[in-house]
C-alpha cells in the first residue's frame, strides 16, 4: 500500500509564508511526476504544481513567481513554499503521486494525500 502524508498546513496573515511536506511511504519502486492541487470551498481541484523526477517544474499561472516545489526523490518527498500568500490561496492542498509502480513490472497508478487546509486571511 502506498500513502501520502502531507504536513504544514495552518493560518497565515496576507503576505505570509508557508511551508507544505508530502512524503510517500510503502513499496515503492518508482515515481513519476509529485505535485500540488488546492480546492477552495465551491471551486474545482487545481493543479498548483508539478514536478518530474528530473526535477522539472511547472506552475499554475496565480502561483508562479510565489510558490516553490522541490523534491527529494531519495526520501520520496516534495515540498511547497508559499510566499507572499494572498487571501485567494486559501484552500485545502491535496499531494498527488502520478505514474508510481510499487514493482518493476507494476502497472503505474495514482495516489492522492488527504489534503491540508491552508487558510490565509488576517
Known amino acids: 500500500q502506498v500513502q501520502l502524508v502531507e504536513s504544514g498546513g495552518g493560518l497565515v496573515q496576507p503576505g505570509g509564508s508557508l511551508s507544505l511536506t508530502c512524503a510517500a511511504s510503502?513499496?515503492?519502486?518508482?515515481?513519476?511526476?509529485m505535485g500540488w492541487y488546492r480546492q477552495a470551498p465551491g471551486k474545482q481541484r487545481e493543479l498548483v504544481a508539478v514536478?518530474?523526477?528530473?526535477?522539472?517544474?511547472d506552475y499554475a499561472d496565480s502561483v508562479k513567481g510565489r510558490f516553490t516545489i522541490t523534491r527529494d526523490n531519495a526520501k520520496r518527498t516534495v515540498y511547497l513554499q508559499m510566499n507572499s500568500l494572498k487571501p485567494e490561496d486559501t484552500a485545502v492542498y491535496y499531494c498527488?503521486?502520478?505514474?508510481?509502480?510499487?514493482?518493476?513490472?507494476?502497472?503505474?497508478?495514482?495516489?492522492w494525500g488527504q489534503g491540508t487546509q491552508v487558510t490565509v486571511s488576517s
Open positions: 510503502g513499496s515503492i519502486f518508482s515515481i513519476s511526476a
Open positions: 514536478i518530474t523526477g528530473g526535477g522539472s517544474t
Open positions: 498527488n503521486a502520478d505514474n508510481v509502480r510499487r514493482f518493476s513490472f507494476s502497472r503505474p497508478s495514482d495516489y
